[in-house]
Each structure stands twice: as structure tokens, then as C-alpha cells.
């Protein structure tokens, strides 16, 4: 297996998913998007995964990239059938790609906070294992406010009622994060655009409390995320 990972900051990179590819005899390649580098042949690769970032899905006068990223995301699912992982950002993308609408929040979305699967989410195969009601990492000012046609709606929060879709038989999106490990809060945290979006929403100095309870929770996200990538890479195999 050899996949494809849009990045579009250096620091949100598939996390404990690195692991997993390293011990599964994965190969992965990396695309840093926001450095200009140019996103490669689709049909050298058997999945692709596109991971989130600060910018906005619709930014695209100042992420100019955006326009190619779309295309090959709307290309790699509609046409190319190449099984999708999308996260926070990536999730958004693919929604808006395929024809959903994505725009921001009244309130950001920022917090361990729960995240519970829907009934079409009880019987798809990403979800398969999976708590129905699960804590989870959030940090999104944005959200998919309308799915693409045809998307199955596979988790949801109080907050934010689109959390997970399914589109066909394998291409998925999530806004939370499930690729944490113990470095991702403080090295988010660095981020102005996310440092600003934490303290707006947890109050000034939340930074260590955020960390602390997404540590406290790490070996929960760890072992729901190695369930997550054996039900991806069961469906890949199967579509390869």
C-alpha cells in the first residue's frame, strides 16, 4: 500500500497514524501544499488522506492551492474510486469538493467534547468498533453546514451536527482529530489562528489545561484511532 497525504502546515501530519504505517509496512508521501509543492499522479497511489490546517475551505484567493487540491480530492473520489481519509480541514475539503456547503461557526468548536455516532454511522465499515458516544479532540472554527449530495452523515455533536461523513463505498471525512499523539496540543498551541481560537473559546491560559486533559484522555484517542485505520485499511485493501 502506498499513500497520499495533503498537508497544508507542518505540524498537522497523520500523527500516531505514522506509526501505524511504519509497523503495517506502509508506505507514505507526504505533499506540503502550503509550500507549493505539486500534488503527483492519483494513480500511483492506493488511498489518499488529506489532513486539516488553519486556513479556511474557501479561502482560495489566499490559498490559491486550494483550487488543485479540490480538483484532485473531487477526481480521486468521483472518478479514480481511490479510498479518502479527510481530517478537520480535510473533511471540510472533500465536503466542499463533491458540491456541500462549508462555512464558519457562531461558536468555535474547541475542547475534548463527545462526539456520537449516528444510526448511519453504527452500520458503516469506518466506524465499525468504535464507541457509539466517545470523547474526541475538536479545534475548528468552521464546519460542513450542508453534506454533499448524497453523503451519509456518520457522527454528530451538539455543537456541530455534520462530525463524520461517508460518501460511496470508501471515502470518508472527520472533523475531530484522531491523530493525536502527546505532542499535538503544545505544538498546536504555537499556531497564532489556533492559540487564538483556544483561548476565545477555554479563556486566557487554556493552553495547559487543554493539554493536560487531551493527555489524560491520549490513550482513549490512541486506541480508537488504531481501530479507525484497520477499518480504513480493510476497505482499501478490499477497493485495491
Known sequence: MHVLVFQHIAIEHPGIFRDFFREDGVRWTAVNLDQGEAIPDLADFDALWVMGGPMDAWQEDAHPWL??????IRRAVRELNIPFLGVCLGHQLLADALG????????????ILDVQITEAGLGDPLMSGLPKTGKCLQWHGAAVLEPPPGARVLARSPA??????????????????????????PEWGCVPAYARALEATLGPG??????????????DFNRDARRLYENFMAAARAAA
Request: aromatic share 6%; glycine share 12%.
Open 67 to 72: 483550487v488543485p487540491e479540490k480538483a484532485a
Open 160 to 185: 456541530c451536527p455534520v462530525q463524520a461523513i461517508g460518501i460511496g463505498r470508501h471515502a470518508w471525512g472527520l472533523q475531530y482529530h484522531v491523530e493525536l499523539t502527546g505532542a499535538t496540543v
Open 100 to 111: 456541500g456547503r462549508v462555512g464558519p461557526m457562531d461558536t468555535a468548536e474547541v475542547g
Open 206 to 219: 487554556a493552553l495547559e489545561r487543554f493539554a493536560a486533559e487531551a493527555a489524560r484522555n491520549l490513550d
